[in-house]
């Protein structure tokens, strides 16, 4: 069992920046791949970004290359995703999962993801 938990959401403007942290505890840390995916309001989850379990590896959505960027401490069992240059179409309920190794590279959906934080919201408007 893995628990995370999520934290760094707000309201920002356009062209700001927003640091997300994901803090897990319980199964060993460096067994899972770590990802965030988003929820905007009326739309389905999607997937944003994944971290390999040595922090070697990461893989953005098309929608936030160039723009986020997301790593891990694995001494700290703590994964954060820099978010630059904000637009209001970041705005979302962001969430971290853990993905076993097991699962393949890069996991980018749902269902390859074991455990789930609540979320954290992130507002972006002028």
């Known amino acids: 069992q893995v628990y995370l938990v999520e934290s760094g959401g707000g309201l920002g403007k356009p062209g700001d920046s927003l640091t997300l942290s994901c803090a897990a505890s319980?199964?060993?840390?460096?067994?899972?791949?770590i990802g965030w995916f988003r929820r905007a309001p009326g739309k389905e989850l999607e997937f944003v970004s994944i971290?390999?379990?040595?922090?070697?590896?990461?893989y953005y959505a098309d929608a936030v290359k160039g723009r986020f960027t997301i790593s891990r401490d694995n001494a700290k069992n703590t994964v954060a995703l820099q978010m630059n240059s904000l637009k209001p179409e970041d705005t979302a309920n962001y969430y971290c999962?853990?993905?076993?190794?097991?699962?393949?590279?890069?996991?980018?959906?749902?269902?390859?993801?074991?455990?789930w934080g609540q979320g954290t919201q992130v507002t972006v408007q002028s």
């Open positions: 971290v390999r379990w040595s922090g070697g590896s990461t």
């Open positions: 319980g199964d060993t840390f460096s067994n899972y791949n």
């Open positions: 999962a853990a993905s076993h190794l097991r699962k393949g590279w890069p996991s980018t959906k749902t269902n390859e993801y074991d455990y």
